[in-house]
């Protein structure tokens, strides 16, 4: 696992990571936006003490252990591809923190998302963090779960985040989150 700084992590401030979709994304996890750790890296929800990785395994939504910390290989980007796995973030700028994203950004990356998922098409679309959805979406009283409304055709899941910021989840409670959306795009 690679070590950075500070200063290196700072470095890495505002820069973007791609997207990881395919032709047949059938469930479309959505961040709230990357970390330093992530743009250092270019890997989805890298940083060493995030759950994401370690939830998909045990909820077998993913067949093989993932360690992103270092950066995905090709073979990891394949497999999540090979499972119907997508991977984007409601705002692509990177953040040391979530909490540092105005509400503006939020609301027009909900607006992108809703772009992105009518062009992708999945079966499902899971956005991974109830407040950032709350600001997103303009709805401020949602709850995690099914949502009772679609995305651009989707269905719409709100799942907790997996920062290990978020004290509230565990990642068995996580794999149990993610496992309803998935069976929902028939994954499991």
């Known amino acids: 696992m690679p070590r950075f700084t500070r200063a290196e992590l700072e470095s890495f401030r505002d820069a973007h990571v791609p997207d990881l979709l395919s032709d047949d994304v059938r469930l479309l996890f959505v961040g709230i936006n990357p970390g330093l750790w992530t743009?250092?890296?270019?890997?989805?929800?890298?940083?060493?003490?995030?759950?994401?990785?370690?939830?998909?395994?045990?909820?077998?939504?993913?067949?093989?252990?993932?360690?992103?910390?270092?950066?995905?290989?090709?073979?990891?980007?394949?497999?999540?591809?090979a499972r119907g796995i997508g991977?984007?973030?409601?705002?692509?700028?990177?953040?040391?923190?979530?909490?540092?994203?105005?509400?503006?950004?939020?609301?027009?990356?909900?607006?992108?998302?809703?772009?992105?998922?009518?062009?992708?098409?999945?079966?499902?679309?899971?956005?991974?963090?109830?407040?950032?959805?709350?600001?997103?979406?303009?709805?401020?009283?949602?709850?995690?779960?099914r949502q009772d409304t679609d995305l651009a055709e989707a269905e719409l899941w709100v799942v907790p985040n997996p920062s290990g910021l978020n004290a509230h989840h565990t990642v068995t409670t996580l794999a149990q989150a993610y496992a309803a959306p998935a069976r929902a795009a028939g994954i499991l």
């Open 39 to 81: 743009t250092a890296t270019q890997t989805h929800f890298a940083h060493p003490a995030n759950r994401f990785y370690p939830a998909l395994l045990q909820a077998g939504i993913i067949e093989r252990a993932v360690d992103p910390a270092a950066g995905m290989t090709p073979e990891d980007r394949d497999h999540l591809r």
């Open 87 to 145: 991977i984007t973030n409601l705002s692509p700028r990177a953040t040391a923190r979530a909490d540092e994203l105005s509400t503006a950004e939020l609301v027009s990356g909900g607006a992108a998302l809703r772009s992105l998922v009518a062009r992708v098409r999945p079966r499902v679309v899971a956005v991974a963090g109830i407040t950032a959805y709350r600001q997103a979406f303009g709805n401020r009283k949602a709850v995690l779960g």
